[in-house]
């Protein structure tokens, strides 16, 4: 079975700095899909980025970007130019497709604050 | 553009009572649906998933159940509430088939069994 992996239970960092947030994953499959979602405290998850495997270049939304390593299976998060609302729990996520139905596997996810 | 319900936002319940949380997705046809728990402070754990009208699959046995009367209604129900019920419960829609298809999130709702 398909495991996620976040091991940084919390981080920190300064308004306008860089922070990068580490997933991992164990798959046997060579197709497949990662996101990250952050959940603000208004619990609300938002879809923040995406990556499809069979892609080399890693996605980029504004001041969000992965580095996504498929033979090392890491799938990590940079925020650029971090804001007071960047503030959030960040899941990483993992998309499995069996039985018909693709089916998301969640990390335990990364508190992020971000000081002024 | 889809849209997705949940209802009620916050529910306090005593012990023994039953459950029904319900939602709804606008916009979209024939959507997967998903039921999320999250306790305090962890991650999301699936529940239940529908690809269809009366199609349920369950990932943990519990005493919850799952129903789908419509296609765009996704119902989660108990009949005698636990202290480890309490949660937030959280539903889910994505497109089906192939793709990079997200799964878009209701609002949730905030469950305490007291």
């Known amino acids: 079975a398909q495991t996620v992996t976040q091991s940084q239970p919390e981080m920190s960092v300064q308004e306008a700095e860089t922070v990068t947030l580490s997933c991992t994953y164990d798959t046997s499959e060579s197709d497949y899909y990662l996101f990250w979602y952050k959940q603000p405290p208004s619990r609300q998850m938002i879809l923040v980025i995406r990556q499809e495997a069979y892609k080399q270049q890693n996605a980029t939304e504004n001041r969000f970007s992965v580095n996504f390593q498929k033979a090392a299976k890491s799938f990590s998060l940079k925020i650029s130019d971090s804001q007071l609302g960047d503030a959030a729990m960040y899941f990483c996520?993992?998309?499995?497709?069996?039985?018909?139905?693709?089916?998301?596997?969640f990390g335990k996810g990364t508190k992020l604050t971000v000081n002024p | 553009s889809q849209t997705i319900h949940q209802w009620p936002a916050t529910l306090v319940q005593p012990v023994g009572s039953p459950l029904s949380l319900e939602c709804t997705v606008e916009g979209t046809s024939n959507p997967n649906l998903y039921w999320y728990r999250q306790a305090a402070g962890r991650g999301l754990q699936l529940l239940f998933y529908?690809?269809?009208?009366?199609?349920i699959s369950s990932e943990v046995p519990q005493n919850l159940s799952a129903s789908r009367p419509q296609d765009r209604q996704f119902i989660l129900s108990s009949k005698k509430l636990l202290l480890s019920d309490s949660g937030f419960y959280l539903c889910?829609?994505?497109?089906?088939?192939?793709?990079?298809?997200?799964?878009?999130f209701g609002p949730g709702t905030r469950l305490t069994v007291t």
């Open positions: 996520a993992y998309r499995s497709y069996w039985g018909g139905s693709e089916k998301l596997v």
């Open positions: 529908s690809v269809g009208i009366g199609q």
């Open positions: 889910a829609w994505s497109v089906g088939g192939a793709g990079a298809y997200e799964q878009y």
